[in-house]
């Protein structure tokens, strides 16, 4: 008859080579870091989307225009920073008072497009333009 040891504290074997490679990650898939790096360009650039298609729909004189070139962890996914293009003729502090206004909207409307548990906390500010690249 064969026993069972549950709960039994023996240790059992594990083969060395097995265990190294799970240890090492070694099973040819990227590394951790880079897909966790990868997952959050992923989430970043979905967000963006989310939130360009918000402005657009928004029927405030002044966000609709507006346009979120870049959007990155600060410092993790549960906080992003937005920066948004604002068109010349806008004042920027009006600008970012109104979105600070529209953000609980915003928020809404990008959890509405993602799957996460959680929305992220948004905090926009407005993006640097070299004066260069409009010659």
């Not at 070139?69 to 410092?75: G, K, L, N, Q, T």
């Amino acid at each position: 008859m064969k026993q069972h040891f549950r709960g039994s504290r023996e240790p059992r074997f594990v083969d060395p080579d097995f265990y190294d490679a799970l240890d090492n990650h070694d099973t040819g898939r990227p590394s951790a870091q880079r897909q966790i790096e990868r997952k959050t360009q992923q989430f970043c650039r979905q967000v963006q989307q989310a939130l360009n298609f918000a402005l657009a729909d928004l029927n405030i004189r002044g966000l609709d225009c507006l346009f979120v070139e870049e959007v990155s962890p600060a410092p993790d996914c549960g906080r992003l920073l937005i920066q948004v293009i604002v068109p010349g003729g806008l004042p920027v502090a009006e600008v970012l008072t109104a979105l600070a206004r529209e953000t609980p909207r915003l928020r809404a409307e990008v959890a509405s497009t993602i799957t996460r548990k959680r929305a992220p906390e948004l905090y926009f500010v407005p993006a640097c333009l070299d004066q260069g690249d409009h010659e």
